[in-house]
């Protein structure tokens, strides 16, 4: 049986962070236009929610406007995110508005969605941007709102008790981190978490 808009906010609405789940978080959930927009104040993305036709449509604004770039860099852009989409399973990059900004936006059918189907897809969503940012050697105007939320999207997996192999494997098969890269992030928090073990690095 399909779950509906209702069933989803009420995933959203639970508030329970022990979980280390992404969809567990305190949500402000707020309309704007036709979408639903969530905020969180330790997720540094405004993550938009549309319902529409059995699917729900879960993106991303990354702030990244094509339109003002000159030919050569915008081709280069292009090309890029074309990579991306075909390296990335369920996680798309493509464009939207006037400006031809660049989001990312992860597809869900309504029909079979899980709560755990819809915390991986948001889960993507937000890793998306990592990846996006390392590919168009964006770090410097990203660096510190992605890094927070991929340390934290690491820290909430140790807490929750996946192992080190799982939280490897996501990192690389999911994600599309190479090992080393995956390996230095683990590294970070594991050190992290043996020195703050009373409320992991946001304590």
Known sequence: MAVTKEDVLGWLGG??????????????IKKYENNLVLENEKVPFSIFLVF???????????????AVLENQQRLAVYRVLLLLNRQLDLVKFMLEGMQEEVITRVDLELSSLTKDELNEGMSML?????????????????????TERMLMMVQDMINSGKSKD???????D?????????????????GEAKENQSGGMYA
């Open 52 to 66: 529409e036709q059995g699917f729900v449509r879960i993106f991303l604004k990354t702030g990244v406007e094509t």
């Open 166 to 172: 799982e939280i490897l494997k996501y990192l690389v």
């Open 174 to 190: 999911k994600i599309g981190l190479s090992k080393s890269e995956s390996d230095n992030i683990i590294s970070q928090l594991t």
């Open 15 to 28: 508030k329970d962070e022990s979980t280390g789940n992404l969809v567990d978080i305190p949500w402000q």
């Open 126 to 146: 937000l890793s998306s941007i990592y990846i996006m940012v390392k590919s168009l050697k964006m770090e410097e105007q990203f660096q510190a709102r992605i």
